[in-house]
């Protein structure tokens, strides 16, 4: 008995090596990674079964208690049994798949067994069909709640071995025989399939984690690229924003040449052969128009298949792939390699999910988009309406100076056209220069002091420089308007509103400061973040402001309120000095395509 260990355990070695090799190809990764379904199973009960047709080849002869030495059993003598490793590659392989699974296996190699012949081959063909379906049970029971170790692995390993010594008592004739060989093979068989057991788990259990830690590499990788590119897809396809973003790609990727398509030609093409696949031109290759026609990933590996126009181009291999939004392909993503061997399944795999991404990206940015298309259209049909109590009492105010005041009804007039052509400049324009708003306040002014002379009076401190820098139509005339009109109601000191625009770190810092009756500690928390129902007003051309400057500034522009009751508010605006229109360049994408 003793001496069959070392004998079983070269067996056992061989069984291992073959299946370290098999678990370097990727059909084996496939079977042990794949959701086990029809052809995975099959292919399962294909690969295992061949291990354990490989296991009755390579099986120690027993005759008369003694071992033969033979390489290879192709037969087995009428008399004769064989000690083997079969059992083991049957238990992991139902252990993985199933009890249909281990049927086939066990089917397969029990039905070799049997052909093989000795007085043991009808047991052993049984227990080998018998083995597959109770370790395919017990796995399926085992990975409903737990995983299944290497360690459960070897107990159900050794349970099968065990059952096979007692199905030769049972079943094979004469006993005696059956006796003398279990004694014989039992103990060695079971430690030594035990033993390759683990082996061939802990190959099954290193190929799983790798997996994951490729996985998880490339997902990581992919968030890290998505994460950098983010920004810039913000603004849509158009050159600018897909210029950066394959230049990351070529960075973070090991593609020669990376290009980014709309439906209609190249809006970028970093790293070789940029000197014939120009931004601005037609489409350079068949294979984009395929990819865009049919909304599906091609990979090519020749030259021939990329179908570039000019003969020489250096790139020899190409993945491309359709960027979506709502299911319509609007573009495509190119990686190009120069050589076939560097378009790796890697490579592949990480593109596909870049792909996938980048679409996710795009679909966001076309719906912020459309969000802020729609609040831009409401807020200009506000601007749109001018107060009519403010009109009417106006236009009454000129009349009465029209008698008394010509000089001044006529000013006045002048201001009233001011504040119209400001209004409707404001439903036009997404941004005006700060010299335009602080028009729109002046006439504004004029207009109020007319009728209230003497009542407030407003001082302008701007720093010089500024006066051209862009901001959102009707930023301060809605702030001087409250002032005026909730400050100070009823009030016999004079009242006074200051408006200060400064600047500092990039930023122009607008404030209009008033000496009024200012507000309450719980009015205040709510001002400019939703409307606030009170007898004086609703706080909605607060809030109006504080979303534009979020929305135009992508949340770097900020809004503060400070006040206290009988002393005066404080509204401050910081709004970058310098701003990307995204959403101009992102629409002017979204239109050229439409």
Known sequence: ??????????????????AFLFARLKVFRTIINNDHGTRVKLLLVIVFGGFGIISNYTGIEIQDNSVLESAWLMNVEP??????TRIMG?????LLGGPVVGFGIGLIAGVHRLFLGGFTAEACALSAVLAGLAAGYIGNRRQKTAEITPWFAVGVGVLMEMTQMGIILLVTEPFEMAWNLVQLIGIPMIVI????????MFIIQSILREEERFRALQTNKAFHIADQTLPFFRQGLNTDSCKEVAQILLRLTDADAVAITNDHGVLAHVGDA??????????ATGLTKKVLGEGKIITARRKEEIYCFKEDCPLQAAIVLPLKVHNNTVGTLKLYFKHPSQLKEAEQELAEGLAKLFSTQLELAEAELQSKLLKDAEIKALQAQVHPHFLFN?????SVLCRTNPEKARKLLLELSVFFRSNLQGARQTMIPLEKELEHVQAYLSLEQAR?????EVLFNIEQGLEKIALPPFTLQPLVENAIRHAFPRSKKLGRVTITASSDNGLMHLTVEDNGRGVSGSELDLLGKQAVASKHGTGTALVNIRERLDGIYNMKAGFHIESEENKGTKISISIPLSRIGAEEHYAESIYSRR
């Open 193 to 200: 399939n035990g033993f390759g057991t683990l082996l061939f």
């Open 79 to 84: 008399d004769n049994a064989i000690a083997n």
């Open 90 to 94: 049957i238990g992991i392989g139902a």
């Open 274 to 283: 940029s000197d014939h696949h120009v931004p601005g031109e037609g489409l």
């Open 452 to 456: 209230f002379p003497n009542k407030y």
């Open 394 to 398: 106006s236009i009454n105010t000129i």
């Open 1 to 18: 008995m003793i001496h069959l260990l070392p004998l079983m355990l070269e067996r056992v070695g061989i069984i291992i090596i073959i």
